[in-house]
């Protein structure tokens, strides 16, 4: 397996990770377990998931994808073939929310139970939280990493300054530091990350693992007109990037596909793969097919001129 060191932790991930929330809401458990099966069979190794998947769904509470997970591990054995992430924030309930030393207590010991394991790789602060002291949340976490209930941490969501400033107090104080960041990252949104993010984590060595590597599905190119956003559930939040510069990204990943061999969603992934600062972009799969298509991407490698290309056509205009 091609892997790499996420961050300045002991984390060694597959060059793509994949989304867990998809489970439990557009794919039912049993092709869950085929999916992650399916993952680790081609000898990938990341998978990404959070406490809140998928709350969103009429009738759901949260913490339904970790369920799948941990039902997946419990059944097959595969503990040891998979790097584990999940996050803690994003508001569970009236007063289940947050980065407070009593919620992670509370929501860290929930997790682990779902995932029927025993410790989390990679825990990540979903959301900044500035009602809570940076310290106390390190501090936190900090414990859960002593008691070996967590081996890394990393941040989502947040902006440069407050990235900055709980990496300078992890250093300031000798806590655990966020190995990670996962910020909204993709062809069609790439300038709230490459201006400030970017430099931020190439400087300190933040391991980069962007979600919406595929812009919810714009970037695979079945998304060309309104008439196309009935596809699938997630069809109505492309429709954004339906727009000059956004046709005019997915002309050139056709282009570069061509000469490759390849579809629009494995360059989109290559080119991101091949930016220095992002470790394992974040994608998500319904089906067996798509899957594959992950896998491949993670193998495809783009010379420098259809690199050059890309980033022509997808250079963030300026406001």
């Known amino acids: 397996m091609d892997t790499r060191s996420l961050g300045r932790s002991p984390l060694q991930v597959s060059r793509i990770c994949l989304g867990g929330n998809v489970f439990g809401w557009t794919v039912d458990e049993r092709q869950s377990f085929r999916l992650l099966d399916a993952w680790v069979d081609a000898g990938m190794n990341f998978v ?3 406490d809140v998947y998928s709350r969103w769904v009429p009738g759901h509470a949260g913490g339904e994808s970790e369920a799948i997970i941990g039902k997946w591990l419990n059944a097959t054995g595969k503990r040891h073939r998979i790097v584990l992430a999940t996050k803690v924030g994003k508001p569970m309930g009236d ?3 947050g980065l407070s030393k009593a919620y992670i207590r509370r929501a860290v010991e929930a997790s682990l139970r779902r995932l029927k394991t025993d410790v989390i790789d990679l825990y990540q602060s979903h959301d900044d939280d500035a009602t809570t002291p940076v310290e106390e949340t ?3 976490y900090a414990e859960l990493i002593r008691e070996g209930k967590v081996r890394a941490i990393g941040a989502s969501n947040y902006t440069a300054d407050r990235l900055a400033l709980a990496l300078d107090t992890s250093e300031r104080l000798g ?8 910020p909204l990252y993709n062809l069609v949104e790439r300038a709230d990350y490459e201006d400030a993010l970017e430099p931020l984590c190439v400087a300190r060595r933040v391991g980069v693992i962007n979600y919406y590597a595929l812009a919810s599905g714009f970037l695979t190119g079945k998304y060309r007109s309104a008439a196309d956003f009935g596809k699938s559930v997630r069809g109505k939040g492309a429709g954004k990037y339906l727009n000059e510069r956004g046709l005019a990204v997915l002309g050139a990943l056709d ?11 494995q360059v989109a992934l290559a080119w991101q793969i091949a930016r220095p600062s992002i470790t394992a972009p974040i994608a998500s799969a319904t089906d067996e097919r798509q899957l594959a298509e992950l896998v491949a991407a993670a193998r ?5 001129p259809s690199i050059a290309a890309i980033d022509r056509a997808s250079t963030p205009e300026v406001a």
């Open 48 to 50: 990404d998931t959070a």
């Open 95 to 97: 007063d289940d929310k």
């Open 138 to 140: 390190l501090g936190t």
């Open 175 to 182: 806590l655990p530091r966020y190995e990670s960041l996962q």
């Open 255 to 265: 282009a570069v596909a061509a000469t490759v061999g390849a579809t629009p969603a």
């Open 300 to 304: 495809l490698r783009l010379d420098a």
